[in-house]
């Protein structure tokens, strides 16, 4: 996430680390409990400390902390990452309900929380890889 024009990164503007930490607890805390999740949830390891830990790495380098996402992996090619798993409507609209659930409970800022919110959901929408979904890959960030 990019932060042209302002002095002060998202990350910093919604408490950084701790923050983070909270929030993808929180995430995946949702993803293992939530009934509409348990498909998402399948996916992954029965052991979710790893991708969490990678998951916290990512979004603090995406809203602006330090690089430790890429450092450790390189380049995310997030889309890539993804295509092993069937991701449909209805994964992409389970992953971003825990996703809403996290944001609500762990970022007080509402204007911050709106903001990573549309964003994620864009990623999401991306991320999806079944072979119903059209998708023209010449406009693929
Ligand atoms: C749309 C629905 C999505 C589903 C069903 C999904 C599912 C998964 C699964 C199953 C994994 C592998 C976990 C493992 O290794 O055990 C994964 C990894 C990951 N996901 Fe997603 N994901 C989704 C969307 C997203 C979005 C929008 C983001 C961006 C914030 C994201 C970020 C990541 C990252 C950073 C990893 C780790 C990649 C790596 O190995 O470096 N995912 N995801």
Redesign the pocket.
């Known amino acids: 996430m990019t932060n042209a024009g302002t002095a002060v990164s998202m990350y910093e503007r919604i408490g950084g680390a701790p923050t983070i930490e909270r929030l993808v607890e929180s995430f995946y805390a949702r993803m293992d409990t939530l009934p509409e999740a348990r498909t998402?949830r399948a996916?992954?390891?029965a052991d979710l400390g790893?991708?969490k830990d990678?998951?916290k790495r990512?979004?603090g380098e995406?809203m602006g902390g330090p690089k430790l996402?890429s450092a450790e992996?390189g380049h995310?090619r997030?889309r890539q990452?993804?295509l092993g798993?069937p991701?449909g409507n209805e994964?992409?609209d389970?992953?971003l309900s825990c996703m809403r659930g996290a944001l609500d409970e762990t970022v007080a800022d509402r204007g911050a929380r709106a903001e990573i919110y549309e964003l994620?959901a864009r990623?999401?929408d991306w991320?999806?890889n079944r072979e119903d979904i059209p998708h023209d890959a010449r406009n693929a960030r």
């Open positions: 998402i996916m992954h390891a790893p991708v990678v998951l990512y979004l995406w996402y992996r995310p997030l990452r993804h798993f991701i994964e992409r389970a992953w994620l990623l999401a991320m999806r």
